[in-house]
């Protein structure tokens, strides 16, 4: 059974940072393209970060060069550091595959208030 836990939201001010983390069962995460993905209130779930399983990395315009995504294959976790964060980044975040998706889990919400 595929299973992926989201941990590491809050609330935080504007300009503020945190760190995002998922751990994934379920999968052989070591060759899984990879990606963190969110939901704002009334709109669309977007993909905002991807991962391939060799360690490329891709962006949403909207967060390049303030996210950055990782992965730890030796702990079957997956990474989002955030910071410059801004109230439009509040949303619930979620992880799960960038070429194939399984189900979704619980999510992490983010919000960014002042």
């Known amino acids: 059974q595929v299973q992926f836990v989201e941990s590491g939201g809050g609330l935080v001010q504007p300009g503020g940072s945190l760190r995002l983390s998922c751990a994934a069962s379920g999968i052989v995460f070591r060759i899984v393209n990879m990606g963190w993905y969110r939901q704002a209130p009334g709109k669309q779930r977007e993909l905002v970060a991807s991962?391939?399983?060799?360690?490329?990395?891709n962006y949403a315009d909207s967060v390049k060069d303030r996210f950055t995504i990782s992965r730890d294959n030796a702990k079957n976790t997956l990474h989002l550091q955030m910071s410059s964060l801004k109230p439009e980044d509040t949303a619930v975040y979620y992880c799960?595959?960038?070429?194939?998706?399984w189900g979704w889990g619980q999510g992490t919400q983010v919000t960014v208030s002042s």
């Open positions: 799960n595959g960038e070429t194939t998706r």
């Open positions: 991962i391939r399983a060799g360690g490329s990395t």
